[in-house]
């Protein structure tokens, strides 16, 4: 059995331990990927834990998946701990391990799950850790991007989508051409976002000139069913008829505000809290950047919200030695 379609789009190896217990429960394992998982981020993520976990147990005797014991998932946690793993990538790797072991007793490959027991470390937050740019700084990366060729147009429209209508940027790069779409005036943008929702969100009066100048100069506009955000052939300003990748738009972020000499650790989901903090900061209000943002509870969009920040800049200034 291929590892492509236990775990697609990824170069994991298919674990020994799982390759020694037989067809059954790798034909379990398969499903757990490709049935019981349907994010495509969240099967990759698992995967690399999962991975990890077991080569881990391999290391340390253990020769049977079902001789794995709660201390081997326990002490495996207290390691990723001491060697400096953040505690949501601890947590990710015990829940990734809780599942798949949950599914593999259900499917009656095993017994008990011996991750069950097991407690992952206590976290809380209360405001997400996402750096955030004011409206300044973002108005300036805008502006400072050059767009007298094609790929600075397409990398204004991509940075202008992710502010403008809150997307994640698997939704970003994951749009077809058909994905803006005229209703009646206004145009509006289709977002794919997590869980199977379909964000239907109308443009910003910026956004519709970003996406149409990239269109024009792109000439794309009639490709309804071809990328909208297309991946750039080297260095030469043109572009190829596949879509960018979420890496290809990392890279492009990253590129963008070292230009404009922005600094910190910027990345595609920058944005996302970028637009809902200025459109909080404007009057907007909570339950509705909630929907436009495809948060599930408002508890989520509130660690978008960064306006304390200033205020706290403001407060600690105060402080006059």
Partial sequence: MSTQLIVPSSEVALP??????GKRTLLRFAEF????????????AYARALKNFLSWCEQRGVTD??????????????????????????????????????????GHQLELN????????????????????????????????????VVGLRDRALIGLLTFTFARVS??????????YSRGKRWRVRLHEKNGKIIDAACHHKLEQY???YL??????????????????GRTRMLTAHAMTRVDAWLMVRRRTEDAGIG??????????????????????????????????????????????????????????
């Fill in 16 to 21: 020994a331990l799982i390759e020694r217990a």
């Fill in 33 to 44: 990927f490709t049935v019981h998982i349907s994010n495509s981020n969240t099967r990759q």
């Fill in 65 to 106: 998946i079902a001789s794995v014991q709660p201390l081997h998932v326990a002490s495996y946690g207290e390691m990723l701990r001491q060697e400096g793993y953040s505690v949501p990538t601890v947590k990710q790797h015990l829940a990734a391990i809780r599942e798949l072991f949950d599914w593999l007793v259900e």
């Fill in 114 to 149: 011996p991750a069950s027991s097991v407690k992952g470390p206590r976290y809380s937050i209360s405001k997400g850790l996402t750096p955030v740019l004011d409206c300044e700084e973002a108005r300036l990366l805008l502006e400072s991007i050059d767009v007298s060729h």
């Fill in 171 to 180: 939704a970003a790069v994951g749009m077809n051409v058909e994905d803006y």
């Fill in 211 to 213: 996406i149409d100048d």
């Fill in 216 to 233: 024009q100069a792109a000439g794309i506009a009639e490709d309804k069913q071809g990328p909208l955000f297309r991946a750039a052939k």
């Fill in 264 to 321: 910190g650790r910027i990345g595609c989901h920058t944005f996302r809290a970028t637009g809902i903090t200025a459109y909080l900061k404007n009057g907007g209000t909570i339950d509705r950047a909630q929907k436009l943002a495809g948060h599930a509870s408002s508890k989520t969009t509130a660690l978008y919200d960064r306006r304390d920040d200033e205020i706290s800049i403001e407060e600690v200034e105060r402080i006059a030695i």
